[in-house]
Every structure is written in structure tokens, then in C-alpha cells.
């Protein structure tokens, strides 16, 4: 597995010089899998540069295919759906993979994106690819392009969202199976990730976790179901992750600000021996 | 009154450094009349910003008011609104004006703060928000500033405003597509027209664009869409957007004083929005127009008439 960031960014994009860094577009990372294939995760303002840079290859003559996870349906999770330019073009394949317990009632929630006071598309009807739209429901296990995916529903404020597990059939060097987990707003209770929760995130090769706060920041905004880095690092040390990817930076934090984010992750982690990787747009993480 | 641009961006937010000069907000512009409440136009991501920034006056003890003009309901102009910090403080009181829709304009910007989208429903938002429904041609006062408006030519329909305050004139013309080659109505349009337009749409579209060039006549500050180069605008005139040669010849035909390029589109870098304001710059010098142009950023600061 092979990923990329084209967007890290919490809540809402954050464009300015302060945050060319890390980047300002919302949630969306890509897999390229030893397969061959293309597994997206959320659907943020990232996945329009995404859409942009695959027209070049097979998606721009309607050939492409690929899996599209999705956590959950808050805004920052989906507003790229609109922009992403290999939906318009026939012959092209996609299959989604979302929280919920009916595909008709998860593709509505989609749909009510593009309904016509907000958008001229009017419904997703008028995308010209194949789009597939499959309801996942927590504990749920499924397959994609060689990767084993096992979605665990989480608290997220009022809400809940999808962490996946995704592991690879393929066996990498050393004749072990890799396996990414995908955790992006994550809201614990005071007490922190019960074992269900350590359990999902279980030695994993790389953890990307939400780190969308400061524990300042958070003590006064608990109720809007994110993690601190502190909680995100505790979780990671818990599950014996490898590396540690921090991830959906909050919408005000400049690049200095994540800068100090990550140096405290990398104090905190260091008598573990886990690796902080800070999620920037445009870095890849070979897995 | 002073004219301050927060997001000047079509379509899309789009960060990074492509775009740190002109920015990379969607539509949001402030009027601040020399006294009185400030009047916001359109709601895209800029105004997040400018939230924060009237939470340094009044707004943050839950004592200001203020007045945001929809230009229509599209993502790029209201997307910014959960996130206005005013919204969230008792006392507040937040007027929003939009044009009528099929259903109650409460219900139309409600659906953007409920589950499953957004965690904060519009009702618990603890600022007095009240919802005015308009038609185009609807005219009226806030506080010293006189309100008109005009219908727009863009998809399910949009409406340009200007406001008369502090003996000047400003204009927000987005969005909309010239008034020659479409008319834009409630269908989805996924390929660009083929054959002519009717007479009575040839006709309606006339209409649309005198009701424009009478909107902004001799206004101080016209803000207008141009997101399309005229090659861009060649592919996707079904798209709903003007070239800044569209917006020239109203600021002609309506003599305004200054035209300002505005809603660029998301993939335009600042080198290319220098370029096409230099290449329009030269154009309105080599015609002997009367009025200047320039081009929106985030930041921009315009003061007209009595300041």
C-alpha cells in the first residue's frame, strides 16, 4: 500500500500562506495498492486535486476504477464529491463504501448535496461514471482490490463515524500482511478508546489517527467529538502502532502550530518507540 | 462606506500557494457604511474570517447586528455560514436575505446545519436569526443603506444587489452567465446548446440585461463574475458564469466608475489572475474607457463616497 494525502484538514478548508505547509484542503487520502488498484478515504476538498491529477491516466478515457471509503457525512467528509472530475466522464467505476443501514437511505444523504437550492448538478444521477453507493454497517467486512476492510463505528459528538481497517492480502518482505488504520474524528469519553477500540487499531503498520486538537483546545470543545494528539499518541502506544500519522489539523491552527503539535507527539511517543509521521498534503507513506 | 473583500473565489475553496495573494476563500463581501451595521454579501468560506473579525467588536457581548444579502443558494456562497462566529453568541441578531424558493428559506439554510452534514442545528444556534424572502426587484432599507435588486442569469437563479449608502454606490453582480447564448432556468444543462435561442428567450435575456446595466447605472464599484477566459467560457457557457469582456461591456453600457473582477475560478493560479488583469487593463486603456479595473483579492479595502 502506498498513501497520499490531498487533504488533512478538519471542519472547513483553511486556505492562507499560514497553512501551505501541512495544506487546507479537508479529509481525503489515497491507496495505491500492490494490486494495482485505487482506494479513496473521504471525500474532502482534496479529492478535486485527486480527481485532477488521475484524468491523465486511465479515469481521463473512462476506463478507471476505484473503491471510495467513506467515515462519515458530515460536510468536510464530502464537499469534494461535486468537484471530482472522473465522475463526469462515462465508463468509469466506482463503488462506495459508507456508514448506514440501506444504500438508498446513504446515497439520499449524498444526493441532498447536490439538491438544486445548493448545487446546479440537482442529483447524482447527472454524474456521468458508474457510482455505486453500498451501506456498511459497523463490524462489517468486506473486500477491494486485495485489501481486506473491516469498518468499526466510533463516537463522533452527537454522531458516529467509520475507522477502517484496511489489511493487504499481499504478504510485503518480510512475509507479513500490512495493515493501515484509518481513524479520523474520533471523539472518546474522558476515560479514553475502550479495548474494542485498541482492539481495531492492533499493531498496526501505520495508524492515522485524528489529532485535530491541542488538549487546551479540546477541554473547552469536548462535546464536538474530536481527539487531542495526547489521546491519539495514548491510543497509538495502546495498540503497539508502528507509525502514528496525525491527521484533520483543526481549521485555525497555523503550520507552526502543527509544527508544535507533532514535536509534542514525538516526546510523548519516544519511550514507546513509535513513529510520529505528520499527514501533509502531497507526502506518500509507503506501507 | 468601505468595501472589504474575505473570499473572492468561485466554485470551491481552494488553499495553498497558488493562490496566497488573491486567496483561496469562497464569496464573501463586507459593505461597512460609515455608520451602521454592516451589510455581508454572500456567505462562502471568507466568511469564517470576517466572523472572527466581528467578534473584536459589539458581536463578541452578543450586542451587534448585522445584515447578509444572498446572492442564491449555491455551496460557494453559503458554505461559510456554520462557521460565522456571531452566529453562536445570544444576542446577536443575524438578518439573512435571500431571494424565495420552493421552500421556506428557514428550511433551505437549515438542511446545511443538520445531521447527517453538520453536528450544529441552525436552531441551536444561540444568535436571533431571521430569514427575509425576497424576488428580484425587491427594494429596501438597512439602516441608512437603500437595498435594489435584479435577477441574474445563472442556474435556478440568482440576483445581483446594489447598495446606496454614505453618497455612493456598490454593485455585487454574481453569479451569472452573459445574456446572450442561454437562458437559465431550473433544468440541468449537461452539455453546452446547440442551435439558436427562441425569441422569447432572446427576448427575456434582453430584458435580464437592461434590468443590470439599470441596476448598476453610474454606480461607484461594480464586483462582477467573470470566472471564464473567453476560451473557457467557449466549452462551458452552460455553466453560468461571464468573461471579464462581459463584464466591460456593462461596466460600459451602465457607466460605472470601477469595474472589479471577481468569483475567479478555483484551478486560477495569482500568476494567471495578474495576467488577466493586465490583459483587461489594456484593453479598457486602448478603448479610452472612463472607468479603472482591478481584480478581488482577500483583503481588498475599497472606500467610496463619503468613506
Redesign the interface.
Known amino acids: 500500500m502506498r498513501l497520499k494525502f490531498w487533504g488533512v484538514?478538519g471542519?472547513?478548508?483553511?486556505?492562507?500562506?499560514e497553512?501551505?505547509r501541512y495544506?487546507?484542503?479537508t479529509s481525503c487520502v489515497s491507496i495505491a495498492t500492490a494490486s494495482g488498484g485505487l482506494v479513496i478515504i473521504d471525500m474532502g476538498?482534496g479529492l478535486?486535486h485527486l480527481g485532477?491529477s488521475l484524468l491523465g491516466g486511465p479515469f481521463g478515457k473512462g476506463q478507471g476504477k476505484a473503491a471510495i471509503l467513506l467515515s462519515?457525512?458530515?460536510?468536510d467528509h464530502?464537499?469534494?464529491l461535486?468537484?471530482f472530475a472522473p465522475v463526469f466522464i462515462p465508463g468509469n467505476q466506482f463503488t462506495l463504501w459508507g456508514p448506514g443501514g440501506s444504500d438508498g437511505v446513504l446515497e439520499s444523504?449524498l444526493e441532498?448535496?447536490m439538491?438544486?437550492?445548493?448545487?446546479?448538478?440537482?442529483?447524482l444521477k447527472?454524474f456521468s461514471a458508474n457510482f455505486e453507493v453500498r451501506a456498511v454497517k459497523c463490524g462489517a467486512t468486506f473486500e477491494t482490490d486485495g485489501l481486506q476492510i473491516v469498518a468499526r463505528e466510533h463516537a463522533h459528538?452527537?454522531?458516529t463515524a467509520l475507522a477502517f481497517r484496511i489489511t493487504e492480502e499481499e504478504r510485503g518482505a518480510e512475509g507479513r500482511k500490512k495493515v493501515f488504520v484509518y481513524a479520523s474524528d474520533v471523539g472518546y469519553p474522558e476515560t479514553g478508546p475502550d479495548a474494542e477500540a485498541i482492539a481495531h487499531y492492533a499493531d498496526a503498520d501505520v495508524l492515522l489517527h485524528d489529532t485535530t486538537y491541542k488538549p487546551e483546545d479540546q477541554a473547552t470543545r469536548r462535546n464536538?467529538?474530536f481527539s487531542s494528539y495526547e489521546e491519539a499518541v495514548a491510543a497509538g502506544i495502546a495498540a503497539r502502532a508502528k507509525r502514528l500519522v496525525t491527521f484533520h489539523y483543526d481549521?485555525d491552527y497555523s503550520d507552526d502550530d502543527v509544527d508544535a503539535i507533532i514535536a509534542r507527539c514525538r516526546e510523548l511517543a519516544a519511550p514507546s518507540g513509535m513513529e510520529i509521521v505528520p499527514a501533509a498534503?502531497g507526502e506518500e507513506i509507503d506501507i | 462606506m468601505k468595501v472589504r473583500f474575505w473570499g473572492v473565489r468561485g466554485s470551491i475553496p481552494v488553499p495553498g500557494r497558488t493562490t496566497n495573494r488573491y486567496g483561496g476563500n469562497t464569496s464573501c463581501v463586507e459593505v461597512r457604511p460609515r455608520n451602521g451595521s454592516p451589510i455581508v454579501i454572500d456567505a462562502g468560506t471568507g466568511i469564517r474570517r470576517l466572523g472572527k473579525s466581528l467578534m473584536e467588536e459589539r458581536f463578541r457581548d452578543g450586542k451587534g447586528e448585522v445584515s447578509i444579502l444572498i446572492s442564491h443558494t449555491h455551496w460557494d456562497h453559503v458554505q461559510g455560514l456554520p462557521f460565522f462566529s456571531p452566529m453562536y453568541r445570544a444576542g446577536n441578531e443575524i438578518n439573512i436575505f435571500a431571494r424565495q424558493r420552493d421552500m421556506h428559506l428557514e428550511a433551505v439554510f437549515s438542511a446545511q446545519h443538520d445531521a447527517p452534514y453538520f453536528p450544529v442545528p441552525l436552531s441551536a444556534m444561540q444568535a436571533t436569526t431571521s430569514f427575509h424572502e425576497i424576488v428580484e426587484g425587491a427594494e429596501f432599507q438597512i439602516g441608512d443603506a437603500w437595498v435594489s435588486s435584479a435577477r441574474l442569469n445563472h442556474p435556478w437563479i440568482a440576483i445581483a444587489y446594489r447598495i446606496d449608502v454614505d453618497r455612493a454606490s456598490v454593485i455585487y453582480c454574481a453569479d451569472t452567465a452573459p445574456f446572450s447564448d442561454m437562458l437559465f432556468g431550473r433544468e440541468f444543462v449537461v452539455a453546452p446548446p446547440s442551435g439558436t435561442l427562441s425569441p422569447s428567450m432572446r427576448e427575456e435575456l434582453h430584458a435580464m440585461r437592461a434590468g443590470v446595466v439599470a441596476l448598476a447605472k453610474d454606480a461607484d464599484l461594480l464586483i462582477y463574475d467573470t470566472q471564464f477566459t473567453p476560451e473557457e467560457y467557449k466549452i462551458r457557457p452552460h455553466w453560468g458564469h461571464s468573461r471579464p469582456d462581459d463584464a466591460i461591456e456593462i461596466a460600459r453600457d451602465a457607466k460605472v466608475k470601477q469595474l472589479c473582477l471577481f468569483h475567479h475560478a478555483p484551478m486560477r493560479s495569482d500568476d494567471d489572475n495578474d495576467k488577466i488583469l493586465a490583459h483587461y487593463q489594456n484593453v479598457v486603456h486602448q478603448a479610452n474607457d472612463r472607468f479603472t479595473i482591478t481584480s478581488a483579492y482577500e483583503g481588498l479595502e475599497i472606500a467610496l463616497g463619503d468613506g
Open positions: 484538514r471542519s472547513i478548508p483553511a486556505p492562507g500562506p497553512t501551505n495544506g487546507g484542503n476538498t478535486m485532477n462519515h457525512t458530515h460536510w464530502i464537499q469534494g461535486g468537484f444523504i441532498g448535496q439538491d438544486p437550492n445548493f448545487s446546479p448538478l440537482q442529483t447527472n459528538g452527537g454522531t464536538r467529538g481549521q498534503e
